[in-house]
């Protein structure tokens, strides 16, 4: 089979992630791949604005595709074709970004692929170019692949997809599962905390979550919030965090420093604004709630969106009514006067996490969502899929 993805530079590290992912689960499972790196694509098929958790980046120059823009694209279609073409006869071409929909047809219909899955990563789903949408809705070899039921309901009106959830590298799951086996007192304050890119702080509603801390903070007491995620933050970041009572701000922490903010939070808070028009955000999964369970902490979802897919609502993660300040409140002052609760509510978090990111079970999935057939090789697909990663040196969230 071949995957197609965008060259790294054009590549929105959600969507790196997960095609690594997906790559080191297909190898795992006996898949032989091959992976070309189109370049040029984005340049003339590149998405509209958007703003947080999407897999898509502003693209700078005029809407219209100018001569430039039309040479490099179809000497890109010239290199696919002959990389190709050398391949003979392929059971699959997974078409890795939405930008890639035309390369993986041409791919596709030189090698006789049959299947031809879309993976979309984020907030993409509605960023893509009104040709891409009539591509992947005329072409019957074409269906698209989302995060979660959300995303796929979004798509519909396009074309009827699957959903596949994202898988974790196995190092860094090992690392928030150990933290979920450590048992730590109670610290004399509760603490929120929330984890994103920082320079998306006000799609990822952290204007509300403050103003929703403060609130709790005028019953209960002190609180404490945290924001963490790779920088550079912001400076209007650094003055929203310097004005709030009881609230800090770690930039770029590692995955150990990572992994004990998330085990040592009485509560994980993603509060991310639903937004379909430009400038687009939202969670198509919200892939840091299932990180902060694993960790052992129970979570608060977005409003909208994705998200609920990833915990299990009312039981391990609990949703607001809306995306006001006041909905948040009231969810934060239900859960956080009974800190005895949180903790038993984490301890379900990580079983249930741990169960759902179980490194064999997402191989079958990948397989059969992509492939339509079971894995190749039923070994334990773990220890390829960690000989397959680097090790991570900062804690990148995976928020969307």
Same mark, same amino acid.
């Given at each position: ?11 929105? &590290?959600?969507?790196?992630? #997960? ?6 689960? @297909? ?47 179809? +000497? ?22 939405? #930008? ?9 219909? *030189?090698? !006789? ?15 893509? +170019?009104?040709? *891409? ?14 995060? =979660? ?14 959903? @596949? ?36 702080? $006000? ?14 903070? +005028?019953?209960?007491?002190?609180? +404490? ?18 004005? =709030? ?10 995955? $150990? ?20 028009? &430009? ?25 909208? !969106? ?7 609502? !009312? ?7 809306? $995306? ?9 002052? #239900? ?18 996490? =741990? ?39 900062? !804690? ?5």
């Amino acid at each position: 089979m071949l995957l197609l993805s965008p060259s790294p530079g054009r590549q929105d &590290p959600d969507a790196a992630r #997960d095609l690594a992912v997906i790559a080191a689960r @297909l190898r795992a499972g006996g898949a032989e791949l091959l992976r070309i790196e189109p370049s040029e694509t984005p340049a003339l098929t590149g998405a509209q604005p958007t703003t947080g958790g999407g897999a898509d980046q502003p693209v700078t120059g005029t809407a219209r595709p100018t001569g430039a823009r039309l040479t490099a694209f179809g +000497r890109s279609l010239w290199h696919t074709a002959l990389g190709t073409r050398a391949l003979g006869v392929l059971d699959c071409v997974v078409v890795g970004q939405a #930008d890639l929909i035309p390369v993986g047809m041409l791919a596709a219909h *030189l090698t !006789g692929a049959r299947r031809v899955p879309v993976l979309f990563h984020g907030t993409d789903m509605w960023t893509m +170019r009104p040709h *891409l949408r009539w591509l992947l809705r005329r072409d019957p070899l074409l269906y698209p692949v989302t995060t =979660s039921s959300f995303g796929a309901g979004a798509l519909c009106a396009v074309s009827v997809g699957a959903v @596949l959830a994202p898988g974790l590298e196995q190092r860094w799951r090992d690392t928030l599962l150990a933290e979920a086996g450590r048992r730590r007192p109670l610290p004399p304050v509760p603490t929120v905390l929330s984890v994103f890119r920082l320079d998306e702080w $006000e799609a990822k509603g952290l204007p509300a979550l403050v103003e929703a801390v403060a609130e709790a903070r +005028r019953v209960l007491g002190a609180v +404490r919030l945290v924001v963490a995620g790779p920088g550079p933050a912001p400076g209007a970041l650094h003055a929203l965090v310097a004005a =709030s009572e009881h609230t800090e701000l770690h930039e770029n922490p590692g995955d $150990e420093a990572l992994a004990r903010l998330y085990a040592t939070a009485d509560l994980f808070a993603l509060c991310t604004r639903t937004r379909t028009s &430009p400038p687009v955000s939202g969670e198509a999964y919200g892939l840091a709630l299932l990180e902060a369970q694993l960790a052992g902490c129970a979570v608060i979802g977005p409003a909208r !969106g994705g998200a609920r897919d990833a915990y299990r609502n !009312g039981d391990t993660g609990w949703t607001p009514s809306d $995306e006001s300040p006041q909905a948040l409140a009231r969810v934060l002052l #239900d859960l956080l006067a009974d800190r005895a609760r949180l903790t038993r509510a984490g301890r379900q978090a990580a079983e249930w996490a =741990s169960a759902c990111t179980d490194p064999r079970a997402h191989t079958r999935a990948v397989f059969n969502t992509l492939l339509g057939c079971e894995p190749v090789v039923p070994a334990p697909a773990e220890d390829v899929l960690a000989a397959s990663q680097p090790p991570r040196t900062t !804690g990148t969230p995976a928020v969307r």
